[in-house]
């Protein structure tokens, strides 16, 4: 999977070496090249904003420098890569859009300062625009580690565990199952007997309710996107009964 960045505070990426993104890169399974739009500046100033036109506060994003950077990432990609500017208008990044992330295998991603970037740029080179959620950041850097960080995890061999990924809270459409390690009691809470059990049948049914279970009570909008089969409806209603629900 490869990425390339244009922004203008690179270093923000640097944290990406830490931890599971950092062992996909280490690996070469993820590679990460960025592009600093003040590179391509051509006045002494290396001025990479400057006022709207019609007036209003704050400052836009040239065109020039960020084309340039563009045209400089473009040809650096191992092929054809989709070109993602990170904005609050964009479609909502979730695990679906991580996995169709994974299958474009170069993806260039366009992070923006101030207070936006010159529509030209959108309309000649932005192939889709994607958001993280419905706040506004400083800058899209930090949005686009995060579409880094949730699609290098799913590239193979980047997580350790093979199977953990698709255990991972959403990749079924469904939250984590509550999760226990030693020691078996703590401040008088003790770990749900089944999970001592060493019968594997009968926690993976349990893991399944109180995924279900879960889900019904923190995220219904969730549940509602999924079809459950009669086993899932099954599991749901014992919890529902068992917790009084
Ligand atoms: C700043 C601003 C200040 C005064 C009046 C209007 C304003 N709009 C903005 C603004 O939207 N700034 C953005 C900062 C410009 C594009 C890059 N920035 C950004 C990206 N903030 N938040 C994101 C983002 C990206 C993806 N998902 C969620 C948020």
Redesign the pocket.
Known sequence: MWFGIIALFPELFDSLACGVTGRGLKKGLVTVETWNPRSFTLDKHRTVDDKPYGG???MVMMAQPLAEALEAARKAAPQRPTVVY???Q?KR?DQKAAEGFLEKKAVILL???????DERILEADIDEE???????????E??AM?VIDAVSRLVPGVVKEEDSVSQDSLSSGLLKYPQYTRPEEYKNKKVPDVLLSGNHRVIEDWRLKQSLGKTWLKRPDLLKKMQLNKYQQQLLQEFKDENEF
Do not use: K, M, Q
Request: aromatic letters at 14%; zero cysteines; glycine letters at 28%.
């Open positions: 209003g506060p704050g990170l904005s609050p964009g990044f992070a923006g300062r101030y207070e936006g970037i994607w958001s993280i959620g419905d706040y506004v950041l400083s800058g899209g930090l949005a995060v």
